[in-house]
């Protein structure tokens, strides 16, 4: 590894290279709690099933400002597809390449040495800084961010800011920050009908046919008209499936998973209640599961937004634009706590693709505007 390197692309590059895909850690957890405990933070490791968890924290006092993360990725999908082997971080033209580079081993790595240069300028906190960083965002989310924030309400400790590293950026770093995410529900529907021989329409009851009409109703329902922070709420179907694989057999069952991204418009039980009402109508004979991956949250404009577009304009002159389009992050976690929360991090566009990157000098600028965030809020 050249000296050359800043400290933010060296960690990143020593980050990439374990290949921590969801929930494994793979050693990044250790190395990340080595280099906040060798500058005064006291780590707390908080492991749930095989999901490695940390909080730590410098300081007692507050306000508490913790930035966010997970050190797990996604698979690498196909090797030869890659350039360069995923985890064998490579700079070319400017760019690093390797899973995780921009979602989000570079945002935590920028993190780390925000706090190293704040706390070696001799700086005394304000209040107190604190790292929350999991290996279960990008799988099941359950013994992650969600378990630790259970720790901490458990005990009362409070998040006043938090900064998630989520890759925000379109263009150039800090042009856009998400100030909140929709809401996510999923559904299961399994519509009933009578299997029968395909020429005997009369001894059967084809699921497909009676489907119809109530999909359609719910494809054009207008669920809401959404707000000044938040498009409409969208109703997407994922899947549909029926049939043995048997061309004259009329099938017994039709199943369809579907995807509702609301706003605060809604709650989850608006939507319940309206989908059941839709289906009822048509006299359907149905199961429905629901699962809630996060209800959505906003974080109004105040000391940290304004601290964020500030620091970002102070660094590479950027007018930061406030948004909240994207999927769920674990944001859905954290903010219902009452903490002010944005996620700033390095540009999206090449996340969860092949050869993933990000510009090496916008792991600098954001290292800097990390830094810049803790002197305004803390200093």
């Excluded at 374990?18 to 005064?40: W, Y």
């Excluded at 809401?183 to 299961?188: E, I, P, W, Y």
């Excluded at 959505?296 to 601290?307: A, Y």
Aim: hydrophobic residues 40%; charged residues 20%.
């Amino acid at each position: 590894m050249s000296s050359a390197l800043t400290p933010t692309v060296a960690l990143t590059m020593e980050l990439i290279e374990k290949a921590s895909v969801t929930p494994d850690e793979a050693g990044c957890n250790t190395l990340l709690m080595e280099r906040l405990q060798a500058i005064g933070f006291v780590i707390e490791a908080l492991p749930f099933g095989d999901v490695h968890n940390f909080w730590a924290r410098y300081g007692t006092t507050a306000p508490l400002f913790a930035f966010a993360g997970h050190t797990d990725v996604v698979p690498a999908g196909q090797p030869e597809q890659w350039i360069s082997p995923a985890f064998v971080p490579e700079i070319r033209a400017g760019f690093l390449y390797g899973r995780g580079a921009a979602d989000m081993k570079g945002s935590i790595a920028a993190m780390i040495t925000a706090c190293e240069r704040f706390l070696a300028s001799g700086k005394t906190p304000r209040g107190s800084i604190a790292f929350l960083i999991t290996s279960d965002e990008e799988g099941s989310a359950i013994n992650g961010t969600r378990k630790v924030i259970e720790v901490l309400e458990q005990r009362n400790e409070k998040i006043d800011y938090c900064l998630v590293g989520e890759p925000s950026s379109d263009k150039q770093v800090g042009d856009t920050i998400k100030i909140g995410r929709r809401g996510s529900l999923h559904g299961k529907l399994r519509i009933h009908g009578v299997q029968g021989h395909i020429a005997y329409p009369h001894l059967a009851c084809n699921p497909i046919h009676t489907a119809m009409q109530p999909l359609d109703a719910l494809c054009n329902e207008i669920w809401d008209n959404g707000n000044d922070a938040f498009p409409p709420t969208s109703f997407q179907i994922s899947n549909i499936h029926a049939g043995t694989g048997t061309d004259n057999v009329i099938p017994g069952d039709l199943d369809i998973t579907f995807n509702f991204r609301f706003s605060t418009v809604l709650t989850e039980e608006n939507i319940k209640q309206r989908t059941h009402a839709i289906l009822d109508a048509h006299d359907l004979r149905y199961t429905l599961q629901w699962q809630l991956s996060g209800n959505p949250f906003l974080t109004e404009k105040g000391t940290l937004i304004d601290v964020a577009a500030a620091s970002i304009r102070d660094i590479n002159g950027v007018e930061t634009l406030c948004s909240t389009s994207g999927g769920t992050s674990d944001g859905r976690f954290i903010a219902p706590t009452g903490a002010q929360l944005i996620e700033l991090g390095p540009c999206n566009a090449t996340i969860h693709k092949v050869n993933e990157q990000v510009r090496v000098t916008d792991l600098e600028d954001l290292t800097r505007i990390y830094e810049r965030i803790l002197e305004h809020l803390l200093a």
